[in-house]
Nanobody, 128 residues
Framework: EVHVVESGGGLVQTGGSLRLSCAASEFGFDSYLIGWFRQAPGKEREGISCLNSADGSIYYDDSVKGRFTISVDKDRHTMYLQMDSLSPEDTAVYIC?????????????????????WGQGIQVTVSS
């Protein structure tokens, strides 16, 4: 069983930055399909950024494109989401997800909101 734990959330002012981390110590980031998702109150979970190392595909939702960056540190078994130019519309619970096998493109993972392993979610609040 892979345990996935997010950290780095919190309260930030409009225009500020945060970096979310997602540690998965039992997961070998040799070939991976990973993603960041978020869920705002009263809304469904949406995929905002996904990455497939096998085919090199990276997906960003239009709402975060140019502001958020997904990355992986294989040695630390950790994935990251750098979030810049934050706005109140980014306020949500952020969840990281991992697929055991990178069999679909990154965009598919994000659009279908799929994952074998999920973190518990972490709150990000952007004040105006």
């Amino acid at each position: 069983e892979v345990h996935v734990v997010e950290s780095g959330g919190g309260l930030v002012q409009t225009g500020g930055s945060l970096r979310l981390s997602c540690a998965a110590s039992e997961f070998g980031f040799d070939s991976y399909l990973i993603g960041w998702f978020r869920q705002a109150p009263g809304k469904e979970r949406e995929g905002i950024s996904c990455l497939n190392s096998a085919d090199g595909s990276i997906y960003y939702d239009d709402s975060v494109k140019g502001r958020f960056t997904i990355s992986v540190d294989k040695d630390r078994h950790t994935m990251y989401l750098q979030m810049d130019s934050l706005s109140p519309e980014d306020t949500a619970v952020y969840i990281c997800g991992i697929e055991r096998r990178p069999v679909v493109r990154a965009a598919t993972m994000c659009h279908a909101v799929i994952g074998d392993y999920w973190g518990q979610g972490i709150q990000v609040t952007v004040s105006s």
